[in-house]
């Protein structure tokens, strides 16, 4: 905990020289001292335990802006759920919100997030991708605070074993998982596939590792239609069809799917970097016995979507400017080197990837750094709820085999028609 001490004191500093973070046309007036005062913090409950000690670090320097943790559900949709019912009544229960990337356009579409100042916060040390994830129509509205990127996690054990490398193409993955895994009477692969945010995450993982894409624009354009699209979603289908994905992998969120990995019963898993430090650990069946590489696509690796959250200023917080420099805070080096040590996250700050000490107890730093750099967005778009139901309806339906690859394009290019029709 002497760190924490340390960074209170430092950010102490810093607070007081860092004011009106927000940018003008908001409530927020630092300089005036109109904007400080206690905050709460709302964000999905998974994954939070390292948080709490990190929040008593700034409560403890910051006694008159002391942040409560609201920890909602952990669900992305749940989350989403309780952030939007929440904001669109003006309750204004949140102040600083922790939003998945996804859902920056929406929220500043809404007008529910308050546009901050560039030059306040460090975006040029952060990893440039991510930097994109908070802006909407080139304003700024949240700041990186965890990046994500997913990668293959496969049993190193049983591959070493047969003499063979970690698949690189789908075939390759097609083909393991259905000797392989047989073999040794392990289910083959398995990613998110139950619907919600998780399963449209995989879906545009297959889509873009194919070539296609979703939307283009800021969620006007509907590009949906395409050959790659069908190979994509093809081959998340033929996989439940053909039984390399299991049945029980359509009810997998990130956390049932880290499990079954972890319990030894999978041969390949999608999952973020934390379900590696996690299967690595103790109490997992496969410590030691684990591997990660990029995730596979049709002819070479394929591509992942970024995932990761962005911290936000509710437009009705009551303390902007505490807002801000909590949000300062959370995304200083010292934090963010936390984030990655105690909650195994992927931090934002680039620098952290290249750090020798961290590259030796985290070993996937390097192939992670590769794979948010390479790492494609979700459909940027005002409507990115709607638009992440239909890809999840759809995809589903494909899956449990009710409609064919090609008939759940052509449905989900209709679908998504109608959503950017609406505006
Ligand atoms: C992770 C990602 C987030 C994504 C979610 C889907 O939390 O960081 O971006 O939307 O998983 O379940």
Known sequence: ????RAAGRGLLVAAVLLTGYIASGTPADGARGSGRGPLTLATAGDLTG?????LDGWNRAHPDERVTLVELPDSADETHAQMTTDLRSGAGRFDVLNIDVAWTSEFAAAGWISPLQRDRFPLKSFLRPVVDTATYE???YAVPYVTNAGLLLYRKDILDKEGVEPPRTWAELEHQARTIAAKYGLDGYAGQFLPYEGLTVNAAEAVYSAGGTILGDEGERVTVNSAAAREGIGFL??????????????????????????????????????????????????????????????DGPGASVLGGSNLAVSTHARHPDSAAALIAYLTSERVQRQVLTEGALPPVRADLYQDPELIREFPYLPTLRAGVLAAAPRPKSPRYDQVSLAVQAVVHDA????????AAVRRLARELAAIARRG
């Open 50 to 54: 390292y948080l709490a000690p990190l």
């Open 237 to 298: 289908a033929r996989g439940v069809r053909d039984g390399w994905i299991p049945q029980e992998a359509l009810t997998f969120k990130e956390e049932e799917s880290r499990q079954a990995f972890q319990d030894g019963r999978l041969l390949f898993l999608r999952n973020w970097p934390y379900a590696y430090v996690s299967a690595s650990g103790k109490g997992s069946e496969v410590a030691g016995k684990i591997g990660a590489v990029p995730l596979p696509g049709p």
């Open 399 to 406: 899956m449990t085999q009710q409609q064919t690859p090609e």
């Open 138 to 140: 080139g304003r700024l």
């Open 1 to 4: 905990m002497r760190w924490i």
